[in-house]
């Protein structure tokens, strides 16, 4: 009896962080050097602070670049893409600033193409 309730409890906590990617959408395609808008959902009973990677384990090494520390709450991200590399299996990924391992969202499979002339 003990163990299910143990398994109660964390499927509770795994229900309550409920942030959720919007954007970028399954396979979207992102023309690097524009800005492009990052939004999610989130509830009160997910974290506060958490910080916004660009990643792709796809290729290697992998990538894991910084964006952004930011509040959860605000919903959404605008990012300035110059600079960014070019190929498809990008996500971003929501983490906690405090332990890097845990990532609190992650976004649909996106692709970064050249800019446009």
């Not at 992102?30 to 808008?37: K, L």
Request: one cysteine or more; charged letters at 20%; proline letters at 8%.
């Amino acid at each position: 009896m003990m163990m299910l309730s143990k398994l109660t409890y964390f499927a509770f906590i795994a229900y309550s962080m409920a942030i959720q990617f919007n954007t970028p959408s399954p396979f979207e395609e992102w023309t690097t050097c524009e800005d492009h808008t990052v939004t999610w959902d989130a509830v009160d009973t997910d974290p506060k602070i958490a910080d916004l990677y660009l990643s792709n384990y796809i290729r290697y090494p992998p990538i894991n670049k910084f964006l952004s520390r930011l509040s959860v709450s605000d919903g959404s991200y605008t990012a300035d893409t110059k600079g960014w590399p070019i190929d498809g299996g990008y996500r971003i990924n929501m983490r906690n600033p405090d332990n890097f391992d845990e990532i609190y969202a992650q976004s649909e499979e996106f692709i970064l193409s050249p800019p446009r002339e």
